[in-house]
């Protein structure tokens, strides 16, 4: 769910990132700063990223959209009150065709209430003209080749060596370019800190050895998460490859991202 940013709110602040790119030297200074030291930032001392590659996956099927993720997020990463989400569930509505249209599946109706926390209200349609339904888990893609990444004027966002697509907060300048750029709409301007914020995987549990708080409470094992540099054979996310047709959201952009699913309707991707 994008908290959308205004063209006009990125006019306003444009000379600011302008300035940044001028001065480039201090810039990719910046960048190389954060991408060398701050890797492990609210990690622990001994993590070492290069040594891990986080993915995530999600299997459409599992999910009944309880929303415990979304709210255990918000929770475990002070996300401010109000439409801002790291992750959220949104529902996916086919109806049936009308007779005699030639087509095998008619509207698509798609809605996220408090980011899916506080369960869904009726259909807008009647139940007996709906022909599938189901629920889909959103959040950052991870993604190998990230516009926000490529926007960012001052090195704020950054890759990971370990997978995970991370914001600095302190060189964050509040441009917006990089809520612009992610074509997942993961992205949010932080209104307390009013810097940009996005999933993290819960940085500072992963690099603990805990699961990020969406996939600890999820109780369908919706959400897998696993690490392919210490994956034993049996391990969960191995399975699921292994076991799922795997799919990609806007699979045409290039991004390349990391967060998989399984069981999307066409509609989704």
């Known amino acids: 769910m994008k908290k959308t940013v205004s063209r006009r709110d990125v006019l306003a602040k444009i000379s600011a990132a302008a300035a940044a790119v001028i001065a480039a030297p201090a810039a990719k200074a910046a960048k190389a700063t954060v991408q060398k030291l701050l890797v492990t930032a609210d990690a622990p001392k001994d993590y070492d990223a290069s040594k891990h590659q986080w993915v995530m996956a999600i299997d459409v099927n599992n999910c009944i959209g309880c929303g415990l993720c979304a709210e255990a997020c918000k929770k475990e990463n002070h996300v401010p009150e109000g439409p801002f989400y790291r992750t959220w569930v949104e529902r996916y509505i086919i109806t049936k065709p009308k007779p005699g249209s030639g087509v095998t599946r008619g509207e698509t109706l798609v809605d996220c209430p408090n980011g899916g926390m506080k369960g869904y209200p009726e259909p807008a349609v009647a139940k007996d003209q709906i022909q599938h339904s189901f629920f889909v888990p959103k959040l950052c893609n991870l993604c190998?080749?990230?516009?926000?990444?490529?926007?960012?004027?001052?090195?704020?966002?950054?890759?990971?060596?370990?997978?995970?697509?991370?914001?600095?907060?302190?060189?964050?300048?509040?441009?917006?370019?990089?809520?612009?750029?992610?074509?997942?709409?993961?992205?949010?301007?932080?209104?307390?800190?009013?810097?940009?914020?996005?999933?993290?995987?819960?940085?500072?549990?992963?690099?603990?050895?805990?699961?990020?708080?969406?996939?600890?409470?999820?109780?369908?094992?919706?959400?897998?998460?696993?690490?392919?540099?210490?994956?034993?054979?049996d391990d969960p996310i191995h399975q699921f490859y292994a076991k799922n047709r795997v799919q990609q959201l806007k699979p045409h952009l290039g991004t390349e991202p990391r967060l998989c699913y399984a069981g999307i309707d066409k509609e989704v991707m």
């Open 144 to 233: 190998h080749h990230s516009p926000c990444v490529q926007v960012c004027p001052v090195g704020a966002t950054f890759d990971s060596p370990d997978g995970a697509v991370l914001i600095d907060p302190k060189y964050c300048i509040g441009c917006g370019f990089c809520i612009q750029a992610c074509p997942y709409g993961c992205r949010f301007m932080n209104p307390v800190t009013h810097t940009a914020e996005k999933c993290t995987l819960c940085y500072h549990r992963i690099s603990r050895g805990l699961k990020p708080a969406c996939v600890e409470v999820c109780p369908t094992q919706t959400r897998v998460f696993g690490d392919l540099k210490n994956a034993a054979p």
